[in-house]
């Protein structure tokens, strides 16, 4: 997402130091994620104790109305729209639509909290807040460059994405589980290659603007969201209790 900004547009500013700026960053980027976070998971919690909303997207009898599978896939349109719009939107434009795009994940994943026990939802976030966190801290850290590890967990990524499309027709328990399995495994390396990859991108930040900047934090934080949130769907399916 980020590649096309790694050349001449990034290098670190004269006499500045180069560590605060990194880490300035990287501190923009975790508290835009961490704010899409709660937004997401208190909109979940509100909609999923609605009984009106229950109601609307046909939850009593397993299957998804017009507006169910609306706000399952809306999500999608704003990741492409602020990925493929960075250049054109300005930073407000981009808090915007991250905002409204935590609250369209929010109502997504309240689909989630329907169909697992409250114990079990929670003891999946926990696993996957410590995994994220030590993979983390591990892209952070490694002084080993992750760029042709990113690309294999990325290749592994459209494989999942194409096994998903088929399964959506075949229904073979099987093959779910191991897309689940690579699911798991493919979200905790990409964690690390994309930790290191924004550490990289914020060395040059100084040098981008205040506005851009700005806007490079909060698609790294949706960037970083969605390492979360992609991770913690494929665990679930296996520290799950449905109710």
């Known amino acids: 997402m980020f590649e096309e900004n790694n050349g001449n547009y990034f290098g670190t500013s004269a006499g500045a130091d180069a560590g605060v700026i990194v880490k300035t960053f990287m501190s923009q980027v975790f508290t835009w994620m961490t704010l899409a976070m709660v937004v997401t998971a208190g909109t979940a919690w509100w909609f999923a104790s609605s009984e009106a909303w229950k109601s609307l997207i046909n939850v009593e009898t397993g299957g998804l109305t017009g507006l169910g599978w609306i706000v399952t896939l809306a999500p999608l349109g704003f990741v492409l729209l602020m990925s493929f719009g960075f250049q054109k939107l300005s930073a ?116 981008y603007g205040e506005e851009n900047s700005k806007k490079l934090s909060i698609l790294g934080a949706l960037t970083l969201y969605l390492d979360f949130i992609n991770l913690f769907l494929f665990l679930i399916r296996f520290l799950g209790n449905r109710r």
């Open 92 to 207: 407000l434009a981009m808090t915007l639509l991250f905002i409204a795009f935590s609250v369209l994940m929010g109502m997504s994943l309240s689909f989630i909290l329907l169909a697992y026990t409250a114990a079990s939802v929670f003891k999946t976030f926990i696993v996957t807040a410590g995994m994220f966190g030590i993979m983390s801290v591990a892209g952070y850290t490694t002084k080993t460059d992750l760029t042709k590890f990113g690309s294999i967990m990325m290749m592994g990524l459209v494989g999942i994405i194409l096994a998903m499309l088929v399964n959506f027709f075949l229904h073979s328990s099987s093959l779910e589980y191991i897309i689940s399995v690579l699911g798991v495994l493919i979200f905790t390396g990409l964690t690390a290659y994309d930790v290191q990859r924004l550490k990289k991108i914020g060395a040059g930040a100084g040098t």
